[in-house]
């Protein structure tokens, strides 16, 4: 009996002694990290010991740190953890990162929850611009965003716009869920690209088909949830929070959705011209099953969403300013004399493409980018960015500026109209899609699928608030997240049809 009872406290004492060992190392490697911190870092508030900086970035570290920009210059570092975030907040910090320094600060922080699954055959994720990712940028640029392919996909793009529009007429004085109808719409718009097939169903009463859009969503959320690997990354090997395993659920079941269709298309001795989609182009060039899945998924997640949002945030804004909306509606209706829309009729609504830009402006999909990390240390504006740093440009912030925006607050179009400032990354002011060697490669259809549907809305639909609520009162708070999405989605519903 001694001898059970003493073998017990043993053990006991064993485990109390190795936790305290595990938490005398983590603090003194955290010391040791703080101490060794190299010179001529960005400014920025005085880090707390162990946590860092944590407590002053908050759910919306757009705000935050643009608030912080405000004291401590437009470059600032902060520490999160023992990891070190540098976060640029005007056009000349961004250049340099984005353009003098590109070469060393090109390479992609990967959150702990996305890494060891999408690393070996990422795009947008892809840690460093290897050959790997050249040849695979190359592949979806000439087959998927080219201005040839963009053209062979109009006729598909019209048909989704199409069934969007039914759906719509069957909704007549009913409340619409914009960011619902939009998602779906630009999802399978995509899935047909890349698959041949829709996946989601407008007519299912949560606007998605088996958990499908809920699951990618859970994804986005997971990668930017706090993270204690992310911040202390000698944890990474626990999994403390179990965000890792529960992606790999998620991957799981979303990738079974079309497991089958990658499988039957390569039993197929022939596709024919009209029915091929970009999953043949991947099989004629060797792709794995795994590589296929991983390079959807990062699709699907980065362009879905960011133009879902973009449309809402543009719907939210026409409503709430009468003057830009009645302007845009007699723009459209005096230029497009038929139900179709042609997209080489897009160009010329040159209020249309105004309202776009100033959308972006206001509200980036991304509010940082998506973040950097340097492969080696360089100077910014005579500032240090030590290798392994993280790195953001807070579009956001830089957008809303009034040293380089006018009122930046307020939603006016007109600003855009006799500007030469553009999206295409050269103007550093306006980075909706970011620059250099990571700028976003599927600008063109991104802002082909904004205009396409606002124009589509905007013609054949009066709207307006449920109960003739007043505009002036609706909700534009934001929830910060991979896109930035508003916290309320936009309920509408239309008078009547053209």
Not at 143 to 156: D, G, V, W
Not at 315 to 337: D, G, S, T
């Amino acid at each position: 009996m001694n001898k059970v009872i003493h073998t017990k406290m043993d053990h006991t004492t064993f485990l109390m002694s190795f936790s305290l060992f595990l938490m005398s190392s983590f603090v003194l490697f955290t010391i040791r990290t703080y101490l060794k911190s190299e010179k001529g870092l960005p400014p920025g508030p005085r880090p707390w010991p162990i946590i860092g900086n944590l407590h002053q970035v908050g759910k919306n570290p757009h705000v935050s740190t643009a608030i912080l920009a405000e004291k401590h210059g437009s470059l600032i570092s902060l520490r999160l953890g023992t990891q070190l975030l540098v976060v640029a907040s005007s056009p000349e910090a961004a250049t340099g990162i984005l353009k003098t320094q590109d070469r060393f600060l090109s390479s992609r922080f990967i959150p702990n929850a996305f890494q060891s699954y999408l690393l070996p055959f990422a795009l947008i994720w892809s840690a460093d611009c290897d050959e790997n990712w050249k040849s695979l940028r190359t592949l979806c640029k000439t087959h998927m965003f080219s201005t040839k392919a963009l053209e062979s996909q109009s006729s598909l793009r019209e048909r989704k716009l199409g069934e969007m529009l039914d759906f719509l007429c069957s909704k007549k004085d009913e409340v619409v869920n914009i960011e619902e109808v939009v998602f779906t719409t630009m999802f399978n718009t995509l899935s047909n690209i890349l698959f041949g097939k829709d996946f989601l169903d407008l007519r299912d009463r949560d606007g998605s088909a088996s958990g499908l859009k809920e699951k990618l969503f859970k994804i986005l959320a997971n990668g930017l949830a706090p993270n204690v690997s992310d911040f202390f990354p000698m944890l990474d090997r626990w999994d403390l929070q179990g965000i890792k395993k529960e992606q790999l659920k998620h991957m799981k079941e979303i990738f079974s959705s079309w497991e089958d269709i990658i499988n039957d298309r390569r039993l197929m001795v022939v596709v024919k011209e009209e029915e091929q989609c970009f999953l043949d182009q991947l099989l004629e060039n060797g792709f794995s099953n795994d590589q296929i899945n991983i390079l959807a998924l990062e699709l699907f997640t980065a362009s879905t969403d960011t133009t879902t949002s973009t449309i809402e945030w543009a719907m939210a804004e026409l409503i709430k300013n009468k003057k830009a909306m009645f302007k845009l509606q007699e723009e459209i209706r005096n230029e497009i004399h038929s139900d179709t829309i042609f997209e080489c009729e897009l160009s010329k609504l040159s209020y249309l493409n105004a309202c776009v830009k100033e959308t972006l402006r206001l509200h980036p999909p991304t509010p940082f980018l998506l973040p950097h990390r340097a492969i080696q240390t360089c100077e910014v504006m005579n500032y240090t960015i030590p290798r392994g740093s993280q790195v953001l440009v807070n579009i956001w912030a830089i957008g809303r500026n009034p040293k380089y925006w006018e009122d930046p607050l307020s939603f006016k179009p007109e600003r855009f109209l006799n500007s030469k400032l553009d999206f295409k990354g050269q103007d550093f002011e306006f980075l909706p899609f970011g620059a250099g060697r990571r700028m976003c490669p599927g600008l063109f259809m991104g802002i082909n699928g904004v205009q396409s549907v606002l124009t589509y809305l905007i013609l054949r639909f009066d709207w307006i608030l449920p109960n003739d609520e007043d505009p002036l009162k609706i909700d534009m708070n934001e929830k910060f997240g991979v896109t930035l999405q508003k916290e309320k989605p936009l309920q509408l519903s239309f008078k009547h049809l053209k």
